[in-house]
């Protein structure tokens, strides 16, 4: 099956500590995302990768830092810089468009993060 | 202004009805107009998409664009209790380094 696996589904951590969301994908995109999602937010960008080895900042990047160094995998870490980290956490994926960012985005089940 | 606004509902009607779901942008300059159906406690999904204007028909579900107005519709016909979920519309233009997505309608169809 092919799709996008993001662990854990819940994640509890105290104030203070990092945290690593894993994001994985077997669809053979180039391009992943993380965004945030907070009730009545929508959702906003984090970070985006559009190759292996090369990502940049999305509107709200400070308190998190990513890394891609395979294709299949995008971890995020929370940062115990990250003012309000309690949210959920959503990866996605696309194909590279090659002229800027694929409408269609294949979403992951997302992480519930609570930082207490 | 937020450059996509959506009436975050909630939105309940009876099975069977015809939903309307709407959002207003603010940047004539976008050109993929998409809607992303998100239940709950799940990842969105890619409902449909629209480039540039005009309507675009999937079954029961139309999507709608007026650009001279700045205006994107989603119309669900003969609503089921299995599109009870969380809509959100997203604008993008060529080129762009994101999708901007509104806050999403969370919808309910009571049986």
Known sequence: DGGITQSPKYLFRKEGQNVTLSCEQNLNHDAMYWYRQDPGQGLRLIYYSQIVNDFQKGDIAEGYSVSR???????????SAQKNPTAFYLCASSIESG?????????GPGTRLTVT | QKEVEQDPGPLSVPEGAIVSLNCTYSNSAFQYFMWYRQYSRKGPELLMYTYSSGNKEDGRFTAQVDKSSKYISLFIRDSQPSDSATYLCAILYSSASK??????TRLSIRP
């Open chain 1, 69 to 79: 160094e395979k294709k299949e995998s995008f971890p995020l870490t929370v940062t």
């Open chain 1, 99 to 107: 002229t800027g960012v694929s409408y269609e985005q294949y979403f």
């Open chain 2, 99 to 104: 999708i901007i997505f509104g806050s999403g």
